[in-house]
């Protein structure tokens, strides 16, 4: 369980595997925002983006919830689902790590915490898994996230940068 404090109010969540209906609904619309978010951050345009967010669920998730090392989770505060995390987790030559492809807040529920209450159960649920390490990809242009995360002790690896020439 994870639990993050705002204002002296503790929120927590649990995590539970997303249904298959949940899952479903999730990929419809991740897709879409995923290609919006690479458009959106200048590294390629719609058409690209589209095209791209298409192929890298095909390959990432290519039996869904049921892709092997992949954990899709929705996130609960009691019997409200309040968002997702997904998290796929693997070997590296540094030892067993997780990475977060995905982590949603319901959009009328952000700013109250749950976004470090997810990140935090995700987090535990790695370590019970045996991950030592969590790391993740965050757009530029996503400041909330990347104020959240540096909030968490997330530490920027690398840095792409644009510049528009038109």
Known sequence: MGAATLCAVTVSV???????????????????DYADEIARSGAMPEVEARAKAS?????????GIGTPNHLLWTAWDGPVPVGLVWVELSERSDGPSAFVYDVQVAAELRGRGYGRAVMLAAEEACRERGATSVRLNVFGNNHVARSLYERLGFETTSVQMRKNLA
């Open 55 to 63: 192929a890298d669920y095909a390959r990432l998730l290519p039996q």
């Open 14 to 32: 649990r995590l539970a595997p997303m249904t298959a209906a949940e899952y479903d609904a999730y990929r419809v619309v991740a897709e879409r």
